[in-house]
């Protein structure tokens, strides 16, 4: 086990020592590129655009205002500015960030990133970096705030809590860089000092040796409730989330193993939740994308027993991997409702949990955000609705309803696509369009496949890179009226058992009616593949905040694209923003100074890069 963080007298020992020195001396935009994550906006600018709704400070403080510029080392700032009855915001950039600008017990205070994007860069992983922030009484609150950087083998960690009767906020606040292989470090703790309400809302977890949300430890000593709610928990090694204390929630939550997570200081594993801790506790709607990758993909630990709640709504894919795991008898203690099952895997689910298998079970949603600023006036919906509440609580009608329409139906045809073991590589991809919806069946991978509705009505399916000799299956209502596979590969269709081609079911004729360099294609109406007559999507590349430096990108689509003269920008730009871009096969290649390019484009978003400071924003056209 990951040693235990310390305690809460030697806690309030380091924050006097860790203040005198310093005394002495967050629409859906995501920046891209060598040193940029989130946000290129200058940090000069007032930061308007911040998030939740704060009432219950006295005093604002912006800290564009007070002289913070993007690139600057932000704890001095900090340090100053945050204090109890008082509002810090932060300019949209990146700035350096040690710890030592977070540091104390506070009652009513909150630090809010502007919506637009906020960026900590911690030092190099051997770096110590362990922010400490207490709600003591009140409300306190930090929100649109991405670190960046590995974390150390020596435990570096965001330690936070709430005294009794005070409520600590964490809101789209992420973690997306996760540590070393070895590492005891971990993302957020709870220590058991924790005795008020922890919120965690909205949060981005990736690659942890060690724990990524360590906040179990609340039941050995003061064991305040701790709220989980739409966080996303992608490749975490050791345990996504330890849990938990009495009336704790995890609710909406993701959680993702494909990909193997670095070891932790006493070696690997890769659960997804860990109950080490008997507490009374509410997991729900929550979504599990689950694999031989990682390990179980939830534990009822030993150190847990005696503890109870409910699981209730958990939709579960393991294509091999190990789902549950049990160290003692939960029966009579913890419920399982409307647990949905899918994959190969042997899942294990305690014999007293209704399942859902088959072809009534429901895959997992497995699409996630690192960058999720909320809006105004928002509340968390926990504890109220914690343990022991039944499905019938006041968040129960609104689930049900939206269980009801996730729910898969019966379609009426079954396709199996065959990439060819012989195919020279795994850059196939494989489309067809039909007339009617289509769902994913057993050997589809949601994960890495896509479904859309276009525009005019009809469905699309892309199967995408598979691997030669790979399997795909969907099912679906109507005709398929038009195909394309990668050209220079062979995939096989079965259709409803018969072995046939994309060729005949679409009625082409022996010379196909269109061609292309890139890909093999056919269409049996003049419709196309649901892509060729729609532009419904834009991407912006903006570079706009810097007027001395450039941004490289390109980014290919699966339909078309061309330039979006409305939304391009280059009368404050460099020569750079005149130049002509490169467009053309779905392909774009560009560059981008003091300026914004922007395309229009059909299909889906395939790949994109940037090199250099530049934000990108997707739209709706």
């Not at 350096?96 to 502007?114: C, H, T």
């Not at 928990?233 to 993702?256: I, K, Q």
């Not at 393991?318 to 203690?333: C, H, K, L, R, Y």
Request: charged share 25%; aromatic share 8%.
């Amino acid at each position: 086990m990951a040693r235990r963080q310390d305690d809460s007298d030697c806690r309030k020992e380091r924050l006097m020592e860790r203040r005198s020195l310093l005394k002495a001396v967050g629409g859906t935009t995501a920046a891209l590129g060598a040193s940029s994550f989130l946000g290129a906006a200058s940090a000069q600018q007032s930061s308007e655009g911040n998030g939740g709704n704060v009432d219950f400070t006295d005093t604002t403080v912006d800290l564009a205002q007070e002289g913070l510029s993007n690139g600057d080392l932000i704890d001095p700032y900090l340090d100053e500015h945050l204090q109890s009855g008082t509002l810090v915001k932060i300019p949209a950039g990146e700035y350096q960030f040690e710890g030592e600008g977070i540091a104390g017990d506070y009652e009513n205070a909150a630090v809010v990133g502007s919506t637009d994007g906020v960026v900590f860069n911690r030092p190099a992983p051997e770096e110590l970096v362990r922010p400490d922030i207490f709600a003591e009484s009140g409300t306190v609150r930090i929100e649109n705030i991405t670190i960046k950087g590995k974390k150390g083998a020596e435990q570096s960690r965001w330690r936070v809590g709430a005294a009794e009767g005070a409520r600590m906020e964490c809101i789209n606040f992420n973690q997306p860089d996760g540590t070393v292989d070895g590492s005891d470090s971990t993302g957020l703790f709870a220590g058991d000092d924790h005795a008020g309400t922890l919120w965690i809302r909205n949060c981005y977890f990736s690659m942890f040796g060690n724990v990524a949300c360590y906040v179990s430890d609340p039941y050995k000593g003061g064991n305040g409730p701790v709220i989980v709610e739409n966080c996303d928990f992608v490749n975490t090694g050791m345990s996504a989330l330890r849990f938990a204390s009495d009336g704790s929630v995890c609710r909406n939550c993701y959680f993702e193993a494909t990909e193997k997570a670095p070891a932790g200081n006493t070696g690997w594993n890769q659960r997804g939740i860990k109950i080490d801790d008997p507490g009374k506790a509410v997991i729900e709607d929550c979504d599990f994308n689950w694999s031989d990758t990682g390990a179980m993909a939830i534990k009822f630990d030993e150190d847990g027993e005696g503890g109870e709640g409910v699981m209730r709504n958990l939709r579960i894919y393991n294509d091999g991997g190990t789902t549950f795991v049990s160290g003692w008898n939960t029966e009579g203690s913890w419920t399982g409702e409307n647990i949905h099952l899918t994959g190969d895997a042997e899942h294990g689910a305690p014999s007293h949990f209704e399942t859902v298998t088959g072809s009534n079970a429901k895959r997992p949603n497995t699409e996630y955000s690192i960058w999720k600023p909320m809006g105004e006036n928002v509340e968390p919906s926990g504890p109220g609705a914690g343990a022991g509440s039944s499905s019938e609580d006041e968040s129960g009608t609104e689930d049900s309803e939206s269980s009801d329409e996730d729910e898969q139906e019966e379609l009426e045809h079954h396709i199996v696509l065959h990439a060819s073991e012989d195919n020279p590589d795994t850059y196939c991809n494989a489309r067809f369009t039909t007339t009617g919806p289509i769902q994913y069946a057993d050997e589809a991978e949601p994960n890495t496949d896509e479904i859309t509705e276009n525009d005019d009505g009809t469905y699309t399916a892309t199967s995408i890179e598979m691997n030669p000799d790979a399997l795909d299956s969907y099912t679906f209502d109507g005709e398929i009226e038009s195909y394309e596979v990668t050209s220079g590969y062979d995939v096989s269709v079965e259709l409803d058992g018969e072995e046939t081609t994309f060729a005949e079911i679409v009625g082409e004729k022996s010379e196909k009616d269109s061609s292309s360099d890139d890909a093999e294609s056919g269409n049996g109406s003049d419709k196309g593949n649901g892509d060729s007559e729609q532009q419904h999507r834009v991407v912006v590349i903006d570079g706009t905040g810097d007027a001395e430096e450039i941004a490289k990108y390109r980014f290919s689509v699966s339909g078309s694209a061309e330039r979006d003269a409305g939304r391009s920008d280059a009368s404050e730009g460099l020569p750079w923003d005149r130049m002509t871009d490169h467009v053309g096969d779905g392909r774009v290649v560009g560059v981008v100074g003091n300026g914004k390019d922007a395309f229009r484009f059909t299909g889906s978003l395939e790949s994109i890069s940037v090199d250099g400071n530049a934000g990108v924003t997707i739209l709706e056209a």
